[in-house]
C-alpha cells in the first residue's frame, strides 16, 4: 500500500524568508499524482499545488514551488517571501492507480513576524 | 458558486450513541469523498461515493458507513460511537471522482465530532 511521510510537525520561518516543506512517499507505481494542500485555522482545505508524476519538470505556483525527485520518492514544497497568510497546516497528497487520495500527517507551519 | 456545505458544524455525543453528517457537494459536482483528521493521524480516508455507488473504502470498521443520493449530497453515519471516534470529519467533492483528471479535492469546512 501506498504511503506518505510528513517527518515535520511543525516548522516557523520569519515572514518574507523561504521554507521548505518535506514529503515522501512510497509506492510501486509509475504514473501518480501528487499534490500539496493547505489547511489554514478556519479548516477549509484547499489545494496548493499539483505534481504529474510524467512530468519531469517541477510544478510553480507564484510563490510555491515543488521539488520532485521521482527516483527518491520525494516531493518538498518551497514557499518563498513567506506572508502571514500561509500559516496552516500543510498536507501532502498522492493519488495513485486505486484512484485513492492518500494523505500525509500535515505539516504546521508558523510564519513569525 | 457555492462551495462545500457540511452540517452540523460541531456536535457532542455520547459513548454508544449514533450520529449522522451531511455533506452537499459543489453544484455539478458527482463525486463526495470523507476524510477523519485527527491530530496525530492527519487525514484518513473513509470512503468515496460517485453517482450514488461508493467506490473505493479504507480501513475503517463497519461502524462507519455512508451514502449519496441523487441529488450527489452524501451523509455518514458512526454508529456505536467510541471515545475514538472523536474528530474532524471532512467531505470533500470533486467533479468526475478521485479517478477522474488529476483529482483534486473541493474541501468542507468539517463536522467536529466530539463523543463523551
Known amino acids: 500500500a501506498q504511503t506518505v511521510t510528513q517527518s515535520q510537525p511543525e516548522m516557523s520561518v520569519q515572514e518574507a524568508e523561504t521554507v521548505t516543506l518535506s514529503c515522501t512517499y512510497d509506492?510501486?507505481?509509475?504514473?501518480?499524482?501528487l499534490f500539496w494542500y493547505k489547511q489554514p485555522p478556519s479548516r477549509q482545505m484547499i489545494l496548493v499545488i499539483r505534481q504529474e508524476a510524467y512530468k519531469q519538470q517541477n510544478a510553480t505556483e507564484n510563490r510555491f514551488s515543488v521539488n520532485f525527485q521521482k527516483a527518491a520518492k520525494s516531493f518538498s514544497l518551497k514557499i518563498s517571501d513567506s506572508q502571514l497568510g500561509d500559516a496552516a497546516m500543510y498536507f501532502c497528497?498522492?493519488?495513485?492507480?486505486?484512484?485513492?487520495?492518500?494523505f500525509g500527517k500535515g505539516t504546521r507551519l508558523h510564519i513569525l513576524p | 458558486k457555492a462551495g462545500v456545505t457540511q452540517t452540523p458544524r460541531y456536535l457532542i455525543k455520547t459513548r454508544g450513541q449514533q450520529v449522522t453528517l451531511s455533506c452537499s457537494p459543489i453544484s455539478g459536482h458527482r463525486s463526495v469523498s470523507w476524510y477523519q483528521q485527527t491530530p496525530g493521524q492527519g487525514l484518513q480516508f473513509l470512503f468515496e461515493y460517485f453517482s450514488e455507488t461508493q467506490r473505493n473504502k479504507g480501513n475503517f470498521p463497519g461502524r462507519f458507513s455512508g451514502r449519496q443520493f441523487s441529488n450527489s449530497r452524501s451523509e455518514m453515519n458512526v454508529s456505536t460511537l467510541e471515545l475514538g471516534d472523536s474528530a474532524l470529519y471532512l467531505c470533500a467533492s470533486s467533479l468526475a471522482g478521485q479517478g477522474a483528471g488529476t483529482g483534486e479535492l473541493f474541501f468542507g469546512e468539517g463536522s467536529r465530532l466530539t463523543v463523551l
Open positions: 497528497a498522492y493519488k495513485g492507480r486505486d484512484d485513492k487520495i492518500i
Open positions: 509506492t510501486s507505481e509509475s504514473d501518480y499524482y
